[in-house]
């Protein structure tokens, strides 16, 4: 009962995102720990807890300053052409309908947390996706570019200076920046703990582009780590070893 | 018949997804595996090519009109300003040792000229109050005096296929070259001042290159020697793979 979920270019842009996330990330950490605070020299920074405090090497990438910022600034590239192939894509093809904020949606997403928390026993009706995924999926895009035009803002400072004032000033578009990127990080660690924990078998589909609507977490009324293995499976009895 | 079917078809596709997920499970561990190196020697072309197009886009983005402007409010650095040299101590420039310090200014040229501290000081002067740039991440507000490198390119001729300009040093083997765009920038200048104070030893005296057009690490200390020249020469850190523009 498989049906078609993920247009390749979906999928190919997708895995790209992935390699080209974790390279900007590990880099653009490995850059920041080259002077892991926000403050102006001679002033204080208010924003920042842990200023002074340089991010484990473990989570870099690029093993020095200058060879992050190789990486960075060329997979800069491929995450803005594969972004904007992705964009260009969901506009013409109308799969942005299923990802754009709608009214109603702040409800669904109060009963999808009130079902994940137990307060609710049924899953709520949901289309290809539920409203919090919905929201998660949206804010990606959003907060990419927030991403792209605060980089741009911190690259060319002075060259650029009316999109870095925009921001702040470069202390203020360098935070941002950074921000931006935490909240990537969060959203693509909740979403992969969500595949694993609720969805497992939308991970095929990411890369056959098929998935089994009868085993979607409405369909198992999942929540994480609840009712990971389809319904159907229970309803028939273990057929006769003999 | 001892299996059956449709039980074997429905362990079939689980085993795939498993494959699928065992599949995305290695790749995940090769990237973690890859972390803190310098990532595949193999990329290493693709990295080149990209800074050659990123040095052109730019080249192109680069305009004589923007101008850098300190934010409202920002305080100046004074001394939290980081002293940087390469040699093993401060480098100081000893008359007696050494003779008289003079600014060599060579190459593509109509008039070489060497010009002694006081010459320079006799030259137009500007103070510009701009932000330092450093490829680490940081930022210092500082005013810096000294006579625009457009003036000192008039003084001498300099001619109009040099199209870069190598700024060395007395700072151990320090050098860094320029495109001529940037270094006549006007806000480019051979800074002699800091903070309405004589450069000290510590920021590069007697002269230094000064803009904040270019990354803290192409702005040469220690100045002794400008050449306009029809080719790049690279620079001290350009050599070590840091960026050659290091514009911002």
């Known amino acids: 009962m498989e049906t078609k979920r993920h247009h390749w270019i979906v999928r190919v842009t997708h895995w790209v995102n992935v390699v080209a996330i974790i390279i900007m990330v590990g880099s653009g950490l490995r850059i920041f720990n080259a002077y892991p605070a926000f403050a102006r020299k001679g002033e204080m920074f208010c924003c920042y807890p842990f200023e002074h405090k340089p991010i484990p090497d473990w989570l870099t990438f690029g093993g020095w300053l200058g060879g992050a910022r190789h990486w960075h600034f060329a997979m800069m590239w491929v995450l803005v052409v594969n972004g904007l192939v992705y964009l260009a894509f969901v506009y013409l093809h109308g799969e942005w309908r299923d990802l754009v904020p709608r009214k109603g949606d702040i409800r669904d997403s109060w009963q999808m947390v009130k079902f994940y928390a137990f307060k609710r026993k049924d899953h709520p009706r949901q289309g290809k996706h539920n409203a919090l995924q919905k929201t998660a999926y949206f804010l990606m895009p959003v907060f990419g570019l927030l991403l792209v035009l605060t980089g741009i803002a911190i690259w060319k400072p002075v060259q650029l200076s009316w999109l870095t004032a925009l921001f702040g000033g470069y202390v203020w578009a360098r935070y941002w920046h950074f921000v931006a990127m935490v909240v990537i990080v969060v959203l693509s660690v909740v979403h992969v703990f969500m595949v694993f924990a609720v969805d497992p078998y939308s991970l095929p589909s990411m890369f056959t582009g098929n998935y089994d609507e009868t085993l979607s977490p409405e369909a198992r009324n999942a929540r994480p780590f609840y009712h990971l293995l389809p319904r159907r499976a229970r309803a028939t009895p273990p057929p006769e070893v003999m | ?248």
Not at chain 2, 212 to 239: A, C, E, H, Q, R
């Open chain 2, 1 to 248: 018949m001892s299996i059956d079917r449709r039980k074997f078809v429905t362990i079939g596709g689980i085993d795939r997804r498993e494959f699928l997920s065992w599949g995305g499970g290695l790749v995940s561990a090769a990237f973690l595996a890859a972390c803190d190196s310098r990532g595949p020697r193999a990329a290493d072309k693709l990295l080149n090519y990209a800074e050659r197009k990123n040095r052109g886009l730019e080249t192109a983005l680069f305009r004589h009109t923007s101008m850098d402007k300190v934010q409202r409010g920002a305080y100046e650095a004074g001394n939290k300003l980081p002293s940087y040299f390469v040699s093993p101590t401060v480098p100081v420039w000893d008359d007696s040792v050494r003779g008289k310090w003079k600014l060599d200014i060579s190459g593509m040229v109509d008039r070489p000229m060497q010009l002694t501290l006081e010459e320079l000081q006799l030259m137009p002067s500007v103070s510009n109050r701009v932000n330092h740039y450093c490829v680490e991440g940081w930022t210092a507000v500082e005013t810096w005096t000294g006579c625009p490198m457009i003036e000192i390119a008039n003084l001498v001729g300099a001619s109009r296929d040099a199209k870069f300009v190598d700024f060395q040093s007395f700072d151990d083997d320090y050098h860094e070259s320029w495109d001529i765009e940037s270094a006549l920038h006007r806000q480019t200048v051979i800074a002699y001042g800091l903070d309405g104070k004589m450069l000290e030893p510590a920021h590069g005296a007697p002269a230094r290159v000064y803009s904040p057009v270019k990354l803290g690490y192409k702005n040469t200390k220690y100045l002794t020697k400008i050449v306009f020249m029809p080719v790049m020469n690279g620079g001290y850190w350009s050599d070590q793979g840091y960026e050659w523009y290091g514009g911002v």
